[in-house]
């Protein structure tokens, strides 16, 4: 594994290789299904909006979110940005998340 082998470039040689294949069916939306060019269109437009927001290298990225396409977007958009994605449960207390932010 090289330095240059990381997880957004296998991301795109994944959709490379797979464009119009699936990569998410989502029971949340009536098991839609998301193509890989679908999904790395939507993390290009994630990344843009945090970017936008400062979000870059070396940030964190609390995702509270139920386990959906959206999830994945979010995740791999910040990883594309070199910030640090991570998940808390909706279930856990205002001292839970106090903890985790800090």
């Keep these: 594994m090289s330095a240059s082998d990381t997880l957004p470039a296998r991301f795109l040689a994944t959709v490379d290789a797979h464009g119009d294949g699936p990569a998410l069916t989502d029971p949340f939306q009536g098991d839609r299904q998301w193509s890989y060019r679908q999904l790395a269109d939507a993390v290009a437009r994630a990344a843009g909006g945090l970017?936008?927001?400062?979000?870059?290298?070396g940030?964190?990225?609390l995702l509270m979110m139920r386990n959906r396409a959206e999830f994945h977007v979010a995740d791999t958009a910040a990883l594309f940005l070199g910030a640090t994605p991570f998940s808390v449960y909706n279930t856990a207390s205002a001292e839970e998340l106090?903890?985790?932010v800090a």
């Design 98 to 100: 106090a903890y985790a």
């Design 51 to 57: 970017a936008s927001l400062g979000v870059g290298a």
């Design 59 to 61: 940030s964190r990225v």
